[in-house]
């Protein structure tokens, strides 16, 4: 049925036009090995009765260099077999030795269920063959496990499954009650390890110094597996999260069928503004065909949201060869996934997809990871999900064993998306992307020595991972100038009566954070959840709209002071988003060089920022329905950044060419008469906010931008400073309105453009960035700069990663631009148009060929 619908799909006049790419990967034969003369007889045995002889060639060489006693990194493709190649020398080590234990840490709880499902499905096969049951004992350890079931997995289990946040919060802090476990503890497993990166990538890594030397402290040093997607960089991300040696191990020996993976770029609906159909529905279009075609599938949406909106309209919009059946039955074929369904639901889904029943399921990026769904006939993808490697692992779900399957990529308007319709060799390719950790951030580094010292005093000469003694002892004695520890007999001991992993967030390195309190139905206080400090100002903002398990929840109220913010569940048809203004001050450069058109550096900056309004835009058509004015705190953000700068002649030629649009406005020899007509009419006072003037004259706004008014080269002056047009505005919050509709020059296009491209090469959410362009930047003698820098205090590594890849990224850059099909800037290149009207593509393109 797959062929059937892939040779429609070529011919169908709707579809066919719109594929960017469609790659087809020949069907490859397996590459195996004999069983190892060292394993075990009672694994031989137990792999004969599940049909399996042979291992496949990755398989062998983890078994080879586990055995010398050396760390792996497994870096193949999904469903290659990786879950056995850890579990053998894992399960051999347990035979050899009943004192044997093993520690498997998966990044989420849904995905230890399931590999303990997996694990127990291996073990049964053993149970017959041998005469002491205890070693096959295994155990779930995290938050969902019965404070009755703890005791006996503590004790008895002799592999725990877990995850990093329950690690750092459940296990370590609490290490004396697992002093047996810790003692024997042989090998440490770490799957789906290419999600440890950044800043959730940076604490783990000081949970695994702390894990070793808790571990070091019982004597024992446990041996590492870690399992990867593929990535750019899997060695090297292993050795800094872990600090050890490790030998990779990529030579995927797994067979596979015949795989396609199209790019989908919906169809262009207006050309001059460069907009497209919608990527959601073209995916649900694309889904019903799969359907009535009975191939089996899953559909990756980026949110909780958009899973429930896909799968309303795929419930409602089925095939017609479905209407005989019951809706009920049409609803148990088409199925949700994601955070916020009870476990139990999930597993009937994921029973569903092995044996059939459902045929298609809307999932977000929680069937992303290795949970066993059996080998799907398709996947789409509903936009680009953020990383190559987590695009491969979603394309991966679809493929049964030596069955062909198709992967398809609906791209969105975002520029990442469009660049890589337009250039497919990044899916096709090696991996361009490098997962980045920074285990010595300070701020992360000091928390975790606070919870490392609460679990075991600091002996003096005491190591922490790749730390000098010298930096340790600095950062111990900080502590004590802090009164979190106290010194004595050459140790430090932690002396507060406090627990602090538990006001410690993995996935932050902001150590405040603000809670989202709303009311039950009978009034009661019920929290929702917490937020950043660093993200809080412009996330729950008052008049924000914030969405948490599929729910919208209007912000009534924020108090930074009282860390509370007050929300009430709604149900509105828009989104809001932050309007920023920021200030950026150079601390110190780490590196500068000279580069065609002007100059690029890295180092320390101090990011000023304050939002001063927000957007309300609808959804999917982002239609702008309004917008307000804000006066929040400002906030400081010490971190890295990265910045380019154009040079004097660069300015110069740009503007003799009519490329350059950050010069002052002419309004007009009568634009002073004007002026004051507008401000007598609205009786001198500012039209937000009520001030009346007093001693300096307040501004008058164009309402529509005065740009927005030039036609075919000619500025209609006339009907931009119609008074309809006009308002009075006091000084202050002009400039929070200037601010909301910033300027789409072609500089501000340039860092729309990089500040889009950047995380495809980076590994990281476009969230990570933070993007900042200045027309005369006072720190650099007032050039016109792009400032790319790292949204996590102290940085984490991005900015001088920028600095090495500029050449790249601007080349990058100006292909996209130059291929895109819009007339004058688009969301899908330099972003739409601003405040002069225009969305300076073409003074972008020629600054991007200046910068060559």
Known sequence: MLQTLLDFWKQDEITAPNFSAWNTTPPRDAQTHPFPSDLPALLREALSTRSIDRLYSHQLSAWINSRAKKNIILATSTASGKTLAYNLPVLSALIENNDSRALY??????????????????????????????FLTTGIYDGDTPQSHRSSIRKNARIVLSNP?????????????????????KFIVVDEAHTYRGVFGSH?????????????????????????????????????????????????????????????????????????????????????????????????????????????YLQGNHPQSLIENRKSQIVNQIRGYRSGYLPIQRREIEQGLRDGSVKTVVA?????????????????????????????????????????AVSVLVASPNPLDQFLAHHPEYFFGRSPEQALVNPNHLLILLEHLRCAMFELPFQKGDGFGSISDELLDEYLEFLVVNQDAHFSNEKYYWMKDSYPAANISLRSASAQSIVLQSLTEDGRPLTIGTVDGESAAWMVHPGA????????????????????????PVGLDYYTEAQRSSEIEVLSTSAQSAIPGGGKSYGEIQVTTQVVGFKKLRWFTYENLGEEILDMPPSELQTTGYWLSLSEETVSHLRGAGSWSNDPNNYGSDWSKIRDRVRARDQYKCQVCGAVESGRQHDVHHKIPFRAFVRDDVLDREQANRLENLTTLCPGCHKKVEQNVRIRSGLAGLGFVLGNLA??????????????????????????????????????GFSQKLFEIHDELIQRALELVGACECEDGCPSCVGPGGENGIGGKVETLEILRNLQ
């Open 759 to 796: 995380p495809l090469f980076l590994m990281c959410d476009p969230r990570d960035l933070g993007i900042h362009t200045n027309p005369s930047w006072s720190a650099v003698n007032g050039l016109p700069s792009v400032v790319l820098y790292d949204h996590v205090p102290a940085g984490i």
């Open 364 to 404: 977000t990026n929680a069937l992303e990871l290795g949970i066993d769904i059996g080998g799907l006939g398709a996947a789409i993808l509903v936009g680009y999900p953020g990383t190559i490697a987590s695009a491969r692992q979603q394309s991966g779900r679809a493929g049964r064993g030596d069955e062909p």
């Open 204 to 312: 783990v890594a000081n949970v695994i110094r702390r894990l070793k030397r808790v571990a070091d402290f019982y004597g024992a040093h446990p041996q590492f597996i870690l399992a990867s997607a593929t990535i750019g960089n899997p060695k090297e991300l292993a050795e800094n999260l872990i600090e050890e040696e490790f030998e990779l191990i990529d030579n995927d020996g797994s067979s596979r069928g015949e795989r396609h993976f199209i790019i989908y770029n919906p169809p262009v609906t207006d050309s001059a503004l460069g907009l497209r159909k919608s990527s959601l529905l073209e995916s649900v279009r694309l889904a019903n065909d799969l359907l009535a075609h009975n191939v089996q599938s899953v559909i990756f949406a980026r949110t909780r949201r958009s899973v429930e909106i896909i799968l309303t």
């Open 545 to 568: 709209i914030y969405m948490h398990e599929g729910q919208q929840y209007f912000v009534q109220d924020f108090n930074l002071e009282h860390q509370l913010a007050q929300l009430i």
């Open 105 to 134: 840490l998966f990044p989420t709880k849904a995905l230890a269920q399931d590999q303990l499902s997996v694990l127990n499905e291996q073990l049964s096969v053993l149970r017959p063959l041998i005469t002491d049951n205890l």
């Open 165 to 185: 946040d329950m690690l750092h919060t459940g296990i370590l802090p609490h290490h004396s009650n697992w002093s047996d476990f810790f003692s024997s503890l």
